[in-house]
């Protein structure tokens, strides 16, 4: 069981708008703490996607989007894209535990 | 090239021990917090254990408190995971992870080392 819950799995069709969001509480994100996106395409290790709630590194494309209320955060993907398909994790620091945590990951398929 | 490359993975029985190694290149080693991510087969993410930029503060999970131990020697630009007392649920992909560009995120990571605990 993870700290941070995410849906086991979203679907869409090429061009469309799909969320994936992340659940925490008030020792992590409710309490303030950042979240983070990670994609993980199949055998390979974790690509951070966005920082600080909404912020992209250099090089990711902005059909990738972030943002974050109260005790819950959104990623947003527009203009599915095959190479889309992959996992995607949240993470956020949490107080009672006084390190990270992550979510337990969600599969994206693109139909 | 900005890389993290892992070594040390393998096959381990229970209640036995492993040094993970995590060589670094492309970048000031000795400027960053350090981490170590495991991933065990068909799972998500679990994080493991922290370091700071000049090794005086450390962070464990609970899972593996008391059985691993994170250092690292700036000198040689490597990371290290001592783990001790291995169970079954410890096997798992280890990934290192570099800290940046904000606090408890990862932009580099490596291609990680897989370890396996079974008799």
Known sequence: ?111 | EVQLVESGGGLVQPGGSLRLSCAASGFSFSSYAMHWVRQAPGKGLEYVSAISSNGGSTYYANSVKGRFTISRDNSKNTLYLQMGSLRAEDMAVYYCAREDPAPWAFDIWGQGTMVTVSS
């Open chain 1, 1 to 111: 069981q993870s700290v941070l819950t995410q849906p086991p799995s979203v679907s869409g069709a090429p061009g469309q708008r799909v969320t994936i969001s992340c659940t925490g509480s008030s020792s992590n994100i409710g309490a303030g703490y950042d979240v983070h996106w990670y994609q993980q395409l199949p055998g390979t290790a974790p690509k951070l996607l966005i920082y600080g709630n909404s912020n992209r590194p250099s090089g990711v494309p902005d059909r990738f989007s972030g943002s974050k209320s109260g005790t819950s955060a959104s990623l947003a993907i527009t203009g599915l894209q095959a190479e889309d398909e992959a996992d995607y994790c949240c993470q956020s620091y949490d107080s009672s535990l006084s390190g990270s945590v992550f979510g337990g990951g969600t599969k994206l398929t693109v139909l």
